[in-house]
């Protein structure tokens, strides 16, 4: 099993920064992407943001320019630097890993989610 424990959600107020924190733990051998999604109520979950173990970086439309992703492979964990916030970046995101728990075998997780609140 590999587990994810996100951090860092909260209430904030537009125009204004938070920073998200996932740490993946448990039966790892590597993970080879690591990113963030979001769901609002009513919408389905999408992409914000992935990086791959090489560092190799993807980020939707709505993210690019105001937010920024980073990871630590040594402690297998990805961040979501999210500046300049707008109301419709409300959401409760979720961290993702997708690796090799063995050799062999794959794995892909989600975290719980943290709720992200930007009032306007």
């Known amino acids: 099993q590999v587990q994810l424990v996100e951090s860092g959600g909260g209430l904030v107020q537009a125009g204004e920064s938070l920073r998200l924190s996932c740490a993946a733990s448990?039966?790892?051998?590597?993970?080879?992407?690591m990113g963030w999604y979001r769901q609002a109520p009513g919408n389905e979950r999408e992409l914000v943001a992935t990086i791959t173990k090489a560092g190799t970086i993807n980020y939707a439309d709505s993210a690019k320019g105001r937010f920024t992703i980073s990871r630590d492979n040594a402690k297998n964990t990805v961040y979501l630097q999210m500046n300049s916030l707008k109301s419709e970046d409300t959401a409760v995101y979720f961290c993702?890993?997708?690796?090799?728990?063995?050799?062999?075998?794959?794995?892909?997780?989600w975290g719980q989610g943290t709720q992200v609140t930007v009032s306007s």
């Open positions: 993702n890993a997708q690796g090799f728990r063995s050799t062999t075998q794959i794995f892909r997780s």
């Open positions: 448990g039966s790892i051998f590597s993970i080879n992407v």
